[in-house]
């Protein structure tokens, strides 16, 4: 039996890789800071809360990372801890680039101690920036415009600098946006699905957003953390673009989620310069076409059957 350990496991994707796993026979470790304290609905509303095994674990802290090594004795461990909002890290940008940069610094010098560990990084397309009229794949110059970006970027160009200095298999997914019903309201899909539901069952709310003319690249999650698993099954460590290769703007996506809900978005959205960033990259584009190619991984749900989902 493979062991898995799962480096936040409460999150969106940490519980639908669990459930993956699962599925496939590993033993499933999950970490979270504080599992005395650690949210786990979407273990539960999953219904694998009881058999996943749950270990506390600070990312930056790394006596206590390989504490979990130890009592793990991970095949795969999958880093997906560090700080996820792009908004909160202009907030908090010290404890986003701690979570993300010293805590993949020390998944990989874990690595190095146990070998033969494989080791997913969790990266992110907002290393791309501004993708203007090109699609992003993974020959791509990042230009990362916020703390979480930056962080980001430093974490895949560490497991690059670990997978050819010590031959450590280690893969960062470049994976742009993904959702599902288990994303906080801190991020737009579900902000914006929950207050049409709301108004749709009677509340006069009005729904408060910032700039509605960015355009992204909306996947399914679930779809998504089989990429991750994947990325480690292949021959060679490697990283990948993670995406539906089709990109909306942010008022296409607002407008189908009222039209799910038999709503005329225009009549219950506002725009508020509130929740602009300080800086903010307009265009995402994706070319996924490396993970097809290679890993066979090629998203099923594009943006409207994402929203449909979302909304059921
Ligand atoms: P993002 O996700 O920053 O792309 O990062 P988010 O859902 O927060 O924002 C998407 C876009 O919508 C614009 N926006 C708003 N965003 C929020 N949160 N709230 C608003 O009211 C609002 N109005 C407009 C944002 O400016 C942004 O352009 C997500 C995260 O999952 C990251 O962890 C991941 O790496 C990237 O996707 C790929």
Redesign the pocket.
């Known amino acids: 039996m493979k062991s898995a350990l799962i480096c936040g496991i409460s999150g969106q994707d940490g519980a639908y890789l669990a459930q993956l796993l699962l599925l496939k026979g590993y033993r499933v470790y999950g970490t979270s800071r504080d599992v005395e304290l650690g949210n786990w609905s979407a273990l539960k509303e999953l219904g694998i809360y009881e058999k996943v095994e749950l270990l506390s674990l600070s990312p930056i802290d790394f006596k206590s990372v390989l504490d979990a090594f130890y009592k793990s004795k991970p095949d795969e461990v999958y880093f997906l801890a560090g700080q996820?909002?792009?908004?909160l890290s202009f907030d908090q940008p010290v404890d986003t680039m701690q979570s993300i940069v010293l805590g993949t610094l020390n998944m990989l010098e874990a690595c190095r101690l146990f070998p033969g560990v494989k080791l997913y990084n969790a990266g992110?397309?907002?290393c791309f920036g501004d993708t203007n009229e090109g699609r992003a794949d993974e020959t791509t110059n990042f230009n990362p415009q916020s703390p979480y970006a930056i962080g980001?970027s430093a974490s895949f160009w560490l497991v690059s600098n670990y997978r050819k200095a010590y031959g450590i298999f280690a893969c960062t997914g470049i994976?742009?946006?993904h959702e599902s019903p288990f994303r906080p309201t801190?991020?737009?899909?579900k902000?914006i699905v929950q207050a049409a539901r709301d108004i749709a069952q009677g509340s006069n709310e009005k729904l408060v957003?910032?700039?509605?003319n960015?355009t992204?690249d909306w996947g399914w999650a679930p779809e998504y953390v089989e990429a991750m698993w994947l990325m480690l099954q292949h021959a060679e460590p490697d990283d990948f673009v993670i995406a539906t290769g089709h990109s909306s703007t942010?008022e296409d996506f607002v407008s189908l989620v009222f039209q799910n809900f038999g709503l005329d978005w225009e009549d219950h959205v506002i725009q508020d310069p509130k929740?602009f960033?300080p800086i903010?990259h307009l265009v995402s584009k994706s070319n996924p076409e490396k993970a097809k190619r290679i890993l066979g991984w090629e998203a099923k749900n594009r943006l409207k059957e994402v929203v449909k989902l979302l909304c059921k």
């Open positions: 996820s909002s792009v908004a992110s397309s907002e980001k994976l742009f946006n801190r991020f737009v899909t902000k957003l910032g700039n509605l960015i992204r942010l929740y960033r903010e």
